[in-house]
């Protein structure tokens, strides 16, 4: 529920609280005051009525005065009370308030009842709550709409600054601008976003820095062990355990080598001046890939099919197009079985790479992210997704993993 | 051959010298771009290895000394990964060749080698080792004459191990050389395997003498010996 919503809610519910509140002090104030009025005016009919009755004169006009003779006078007389009456064969009956008053003239006793409908009374009930009533519908009316307006322009820098925010990354170095207010609670927020993005942002930095200056500091040696390595080998040995140790040396030095290379390009992804664009047809970059790893699937029997059905160009990075084909390969290749097969699609601006493989343990969600594997991590550095991932982002294509019908898919929307 | 190499790290420098001295390449080594231009000032050189980044200026600026004064000399520029820009400016100016770091050793030695024969030979270059002839322009194979059909990879995997001949050649260098630095992501390297295989058959079926040697599992020589 929206704030101003909540607000106007809120107020609406006390408002008609104290509303109703008024309505019954209002009726009962109202009431009192015109039952004091008719009890007067009963009293006054009553003087007359015995001014004329001890004139001779019977003044008999049912409901209103009725006149009877009794023998005794009660111990208390002179009452008020209100009674219902049908009379002069109306349907129904009437509230009357009656006032019971008994006299001695000439040696009798006269019982005199004066009345008056209170007809008036009921009538003026329903017409306090009908206006009271109109009267909260048309301020609610006037508020809702008051607010509605109001809200557009006191909400308006917080729903700007709520898009702002939205579109928000760390990667990109510009500080965001956020709209100004003059209401303070916006105001503060609005600065302490402004250092909450200036902490994350050096934080992230930091971090950034120190990956990339670790897999520059790191290439060096990477680099003389393996040259070095390279000339170690050259020697003759004759010597089966120091040949297994050298090819274990070897292999993971090549892997450190690989994983150090990977990091440095996912640091540099973030900031894309490194990697100057033009126009690269896919179906092309793809049959390059394809040529690339066609031995690497055929040692596995793995069978490769092309579906290119459509001729799209894209405005890539030539590098960064090659080293995103190639990690979907390499990948489709890795995490497939003997005789398996992977199916390439490229359909209007969609690139579908499907493998057979076994079916994944790991949410795949987090496949994008670094370091995840699936099943086993075989050749793996678990770096390739979140490469092709970042190579995505950068020019803002859509990428989705998913695993149906037992085949590991990936989709690319250029 | 005399090569003149600009690399400001000293342990990489050598083992690129320890490579080459045992081509019979006499390496000459500056660690600085100042040291390297007093060098070319003095010396005629056949080959240069410009790294871009050198701590006291631009390999770039080197390659428009060495056209100017030795225009004989080849030149392969070295620069760290993904530099595209390097790369483009390097071959502009007149580099023959561009290596990214880091690279093999045999990488090296078969882009100088590459590089010399096509200066020296002007195009029309062929290797010939015992009964075997490689015609380098038309990519063909000849055992005692007999023209023998390689597939296209079977070919560059033979020409870049016959031009690190005597040897060690890795399986990754291998990869990366025929498949491109991505390609280098596999543990298994059965598909290498798979091509030197068929390789070897061809060539003991045309009576080829077995020159193609594995060592260690690690990876392959070409020897003589």
């Known amino acids: 529920m929206k704030l101003l919503n909540k607000i106007t809610l809120n107020y609406f519910k006390n408002t008609a609280i104290v509303f109703f509140f008024a309505l019954g002090i209002l009726y009962l104030v109202i009431d009192q005051i015109i039952i004091s009025e008719v009890n007067e005016q009963l009293r006054k009919t009553n003087r007359e009525v015995r001014e004329k009755l001890e004139s001779g004169i019977i003044v008999d006009y049912h409901p209103f005065v009725e006149i009877s003779e009794v023998n005794l006078i009660p111990a208390e007389y002179d009452k008020y009370d209100d009674v219902e009456i049908s009379y002069n064969g109306k349907k129904g009956e009437e509230i009357f308030r009656q006032y019971v008053a008994y006299t001695n003239i000439n040696g009798k006793n006269y019982k005199i009842i004066t009345r008056s409908s209170l007809i008036e009374k009921e009538d003026l009930f329903w017409t306090i709550l009908l206006l009271m009533s109109s009267i909260l519908v048309i301020l609610l009316i006037v508020l809702f709409y008051a607010n509605r307006k109001a809200a557009k322009n006191i909400f308006k820098p917080f729903y700007e600054n709520l898009k702002i925010l939205d579109s928000f990354t760390l990667q990109n170095n510009n500080e965001f601008v956020l709209e100004k207010s003059n209401i303070s609670e916006f105001e503060r927020l609005n600065d302490s976003l402004l250092e909450l993005s200036k902490k994350a942002k050096k934080e992230y930095n930091l971090l950034k820095e120190f990956t990339e200056d670790l897999s520059h500091e790191l290439q060096t040696p990477v680099s003389i062990i393996k040259t070095k390595l390279e000339l170690i080998i050259q020697k003759e040995i004759n010597d089966s355990e120091t040949e297994d140790n050298y090819q274990a040396i070897y292999q993971n030095i090549n892997k450190l080598d690989r994983l150090n290379r990977t990091l440095l390009l996912l640091t540099k992804l973030e900031s894309p001046d490194f990697f100057p664009s033009r126009t690269i047809s896919v179906k092309a970059a793809l049959q390059k890939a394809v040529d690339v790893y066609s031995d690497a699937a055929e040692s596995e029997n793995i069978k490769i099919s092309l579906l290119l059905n459509s001729e799209i160009t894209v405005e890539m990075n030539e590098t960064l197009i090659e080293t995103l084909l190639n990690n979907l390969f390499s990948n489709s290749i890795k995490h497939n079985y003997q005789n398996g097969e992977v199916i390439v699609e490229l359909d209007e601006n969609k690139l579908i790479v499907k493998n057979t493989g076994e079916t994944p343990v790991n949410n795949p969600e987090n496949y994008f992210n670094r370091f995840t594997r699936s099943y086993k991590s075989k050749d793996s550095t678990g770096l390739g997704l979140s490469v092709v991932k970042k190579i995505c982002d950068l020019y803002g294509m859509k990428i989705s993993y998913t695993f149906e019908k037992s085949h590991h898919t990936v989709i690319i929307i250029f | ?225």
């Open chain 2, 1 to 225: 051959m005399k090569i003149l190499l600009t690399e400001d790290e000293k342990e990489l420098a050598k083992s690129i010298m320890d490579f080459l001295s045992k081509e019979g390449i006499f390496c000459k080594l500056a660690d600085t771009f100042h040291e390297a231009k007093s060098l070319l000032h003095i010396y005629e050189y056949d080959f240069a290895l410009v790294d871009i980044m050198l701590p006291d200026g631009t390999g770039i600026d080197l390659i428009s000394i060495i056209k100017q004064r030795q225009p004989q000399c080849g030149i392969i520029v070295i620069s760290a990964k993904g530099a595209l820009d390097d790369k483009l400016r390097g071959l502009e100016i007149g580099a023959d060749d561009y290596l990214t770091k880091p690279f093999h050793l045999a990488e090296l030695n078969a882009r100088i080698k590459s590089v010399m024969r096509r200066k020296d030979f002007d195009g029309a270059n062929k290797i010939k080792i015992k009964e075997l002839l490689i015609d380098i322009d038309k990519r063909e194979l000849f055992v005692k004459n007999n023209y023998i059909e390689l597939t296209r990879r079977e070919y560059d995997i033979l020409l870049f191990i016959v031009s690190n001949k005597e040897r060690v050649v890795t399986k990754e260098a291998i990869t990366e050389h025929i498949w491109g630095d991505d390609s280098n992501s596999f543990d298994n390297l059965n598909f290498v395997y798979t091509h030197i295989k068929n390789l070897r058959k061809k060539l003991k079926d045309a009576g080829c003498g077995d020159y193609l040697k594995s060592v260690y599992g690690i990876g392959y020589k070409f020897t003589l010996k």
